[in-house]
């Protein structure tokens, strides 16, 4: 009985990590992906392509926008997966961790400046 017991915890352990590990993995692929997409429509922009709201499908040619549109699918299915093995609990307030990753990636890839309570957000989550 008492093996019983044992296997079913390590069982439930490492699913617990498991769905951890995909929820943090699915931010990172999320707040990557963000960055990734705007570098592209910032490319477009440089090349005097038109803009999407004004018509512009020019993004659809674009290599690196579909590699950022591929990292959100990675990460929306890595979040949906982790629900699977951990409960909702720990997952949902997990997807906030998307936000951080986005602006620290923003200001060291687009050089963007974060504002002292911008600073003051991310390093309070």
Do not use: H
């Not at 617990?16 to 943090?24: E, Q, W």
């Not at 997952?91 to 990636?105: D, F, M």
């Amino acid at each position: 009985m008492s093996v019983t017991i044992s296997y079913n915890k390590v069982k439930d352990d490492s699913n617990f990590y498991f769905g951890l590990i995909l929820a943090v993995s699915a931010s990172l692929f999320i707040g990557t992906s963000f960055i990734i997409k705007k570098k592209a429509l910032l490319r477009l922009n440089r090349k005097g392509s038109l803009r999407a709201g004004s018509g512009g499908f020019g993004y659809l040619k674009e290599w690196l926008w579909w590699t950022g549109l591929l990292c959100m699918g990675i990460g929306e299915v890595s979040n949906f997966a982790a629900y699977a093995f951990a409960p909702a609990s720990l997952i949902t307030p997990l997807g906030a961790l998307s936000v951080l990753v986005s602006a620290v990636v923003a200001s060291i890839c687009l050089k963007e400046q974060l504002n002292l309570l911008g600073k003051q957000l991310v390093a309070l989550v």
